[in-house]
């Protein structure tokens, strides 16, 4: 499937591009990439906590992930171990337990935030102690309010909110083999701590050089003219994001062809889309493209576009989504007829 998403890629009619790949302890593709000098090849290194605080991925007593649309849960650990957590709109200061402190958080913009105690602005020091202050010019500027990403550290100084580099989320970049001719890069994930495929796809955004982002899963198939239909129409839209409202969905398991019905955010893995100002992906493993894909339409900047055939929907029994999800597809898709489903079957199965 990588062979065949590498192969879309490389035939896109846009020029200017470059395909960023994050894998993570996965020996076969590490193999591929060593043995390949086709592509630059580099590891991200995550730092060791340059702040006192760091957002951590909050579990509840079963161990288990807590995600919720409408509720979020995530956790502000220092080296300590004391805990600034946020529930339900409260910030909660403690020390593993009990509770000592119930903040509330006070938002600046979107990307910041200030602390306040019952009447008091909340200042933490760069060594954990927390200090307080009566008046709010006085309050320190917090970042950031992207808790669904637990790769964020909180820097304790007022910041830039564009400033999405990778050591501003406490990553390093090493070379392996660099290939300045190649616009195929690789990228071994050495983390700390468990990664869900939101953070994952965070961090690929964040080691790539582009201005805009376009998804480009493995197991999918992509007209030539992908990119480029989407970049003008999102251009012409001047909206932040494109989606598309319709693709092609193939199903191996029946060899099927259908027309996926019409959604009003468009479809997630057809988004295009600016960095600057963008949202993030959710601290999941499934459905974690949705809140990056509501951000936009809640802010009005996605744009939908009507063209089917750049995008084929593979479903293969491998995908992240259940098999559930894939059965509400179909049974809300139009299916094709044999002579268009066998066009789709050629387009998957030509040697790359």
């Known amino acids: 499937m990588f062979r065949r998403a590498k192969k879309c890629f490389l035939n896109q009619t846009y020029e200017n591009k470059e395909l960023v790949v994050l894998f993570e302890n996965d020996p076969a593709t590490e193999e591929h990439v060593r043995n390949s000098s086709e592509y630059s090849y580099f590891e991200l290194h995550e ?11 909050f579990e509840d007593e079963n161990g288990e992930a807590y995600n919720s649309a409408l509720r979020q849960k995530a956790l502000l650990r220092n080296n300590d171990g004391h805990v600034l957590t946020y529930i339900n709109s409260k910030w909660e200061y403690m020390y593993i337990s009990p509770l000592v402190y119930e903040f509330t958080l006070i938002p600046v913009n979107d990307y910041s935030f200030k602390l306040l105690w019952n009447e008091l602005w909340v200042n933490i020091n760069k060594d954990g102690s927390v200090i307080l202050t009566a008046h ?49 890069v690789f ?55 494109c989606s598309l409202a319709y693709e092609i969905f193939f199903d191996h398991n029946s060899g099927r062809a259908y027309y996926n019905f019409e959604r009003s955010t468009g479809h997630e893995n057809s988004l295009l889309f600016s960095k600057k100002d963008a949202g993030q992906y959710g601290n999941l493993n499934v459905e974690e493209d949705t809140p990056l894909l509501l951000n936009f339409y809640n802010r009005n900047q996605l744009a939908i576009m009507d063209d089917p055939e750049l995008y084929v929907y593979n479903f293969h029994k491998r995908n992240t989504c259940t098999n559930s999800h894939f059965q509400m597809f179909i049974g809300r898709s139009t299916l094709l007829d044999n002579e268009y489903t066998l066009k789709i079957k050629e387009l998957l199965e030509l040697p790359v």
Not at 47 to 57: D, G, M, N, S
Not at 206 to 221: F, L, P, S, T
């Open 47 to 57: 730092l060791p906590e340059a702040f006192p605080f760091i957002i951590v991925q």
């Open 136 to 184: 709010e010019t006085d309050a320190l500027i917090y970042g950031s309010t992207e808790l669904v990403d637990t790769s964020v550290r909180l820097d304790l100084k007022c910041f830039e909110p564009n400033n999405r580099s990778l050591e501003r989320y406490g990553w390093e970049k090493k070379a392996v083999r660099p290939n300045a001719d190649s616009n195929i």
């Open 187 to 241: 990228y071994k994930v050495m983390a700390k701590q468990r990664m869900s495929l939101g953070m994952k796809r965070n961090l690929s955004i964040r080691a790539a050089h582009g201005e805009y982002i376009c998804v480009w899963d493995d197991d999918d198939y992509y007209s030539e003219n992908r990119i480029s239909n989407q970049m003008n129409f999102l251009r012409f839209s001047e909206k932040m994001a």
